[in-house]
């Protein structure tokens, strides 16, 4: 199913409650989505929500792992150098060399480059995020609760102090969704979270988080939450409900 047939169906059902445009993501109130998608969004709003279960953005998973297996290369080349007593010029610039690659590409995409494709799915078996291009997979075969917090950015100042050290400042950079079971979880990010907080039930607060597995763009990310009140994960809130932890 289309994410704008989930839309209308939620609006049909709960039409004097806010429901989000699942195109540009605004808040409206459900008896007018039909009629806001016709004077709005005329001839886009189904090719925009084409697709209501499965989404791609760039992932993080990919970078945290080639980093690690960086540092366990970096760290055996030195333990063979110690061990053996041979100076292999080639083997300790060989992993410094990886080190620093990976250095850079986890450095690069926690500042949002695009490096690794991943790609999420839910449906009634569960959630899936497949990381590391297509080599990596977390499953979630439940959903015990939902987590919505903002997520964070340590961005530099350009100062620097007595010790040549560089200052940073965390910078709030959108939301997300974190969907938790047991000790397993997928965090979704989107830097334009729209109305959530006002649409949906069944969440609860956050800390702030810097830590993320997935960004995808607000229509996206409006879609997956469409996917969650399909499954029964959220609820539309009460027309007049108050803002703040649903549970």
């Not at 059902?13 to 445009?21: D, I, L, M, Q």
């Not at 964070?152 to 200052?167: A, C, H, I, L, V």
């Not at 979270?193 to 993320?212: F, L, Y």
């Not at 597995?213 to 939450?225: G, H, M, N, R, Y």
């Amino acid at each position: 199913m289309s994410t704008v047939s989930r839309a209308l169906r939620l609006a049909g059902e709960n039409p004097g409650s806010p429901v989000p445009c699942p195109v540009c993501v605004a808040g409206v109130k459900g008896a007018n989505l039909e009629r806001h998608l016709g004077k709005v969004h005329q001839g886009v709003a189904e090719a925009d929500g084409a697709h209501g279960s499965r989404w791609g953005g760039p992932e993080r998973i990919g970078s945290r792992w080639l980093l690690g297996v960086a540092l366990l290369a970096g760290a055996a080349a030195a333990a063979y150098t110690v061990a053996s007593g041979n100076q292999d010029d080639r083997i300790i610039l060989g992993g410094i060399g990886l080190v620093a690659v990976a250095m850079i590409v986890w450095g690069a995409v926690a500042w949002g480059a695009p490096l690794f494709p991943g790609r999420l799915r839910v449906d009634e078996r569960g959630v899936v995020l497949r990381h590391s291009y297509g080599l990596g997979r977390r499953r979630l075969r439940t959903i015990d609760r939902v987590v919505l917090g903002g997520a964070w950015e340590s961005r530099p100042t350009g100062n620097s102090g007595n010790d040549d050290t560089y200052e940073s400042v965390d910078v709030r950079v959108g939301s997300y969704l974190q969907l938790v079971a047991g000790r397993r979880r997928i965090t979704v990010h989107c830097r334009t979270a729209g109305v959530v907080r006002t649409t949906w039930t069944g969440w609860q607060q956050g800390a702030k988080r810097k830590r993320v597995d997935i960004t995808l763009d607000p229509a996206e990310f409006v879609a997956l939450q469409f996917a969650l009140w399909e499954i029964g994960v959220l609820a539309p809130r009460p027309a007049g409900g108050a803002d703040g932890d649903s549970r």
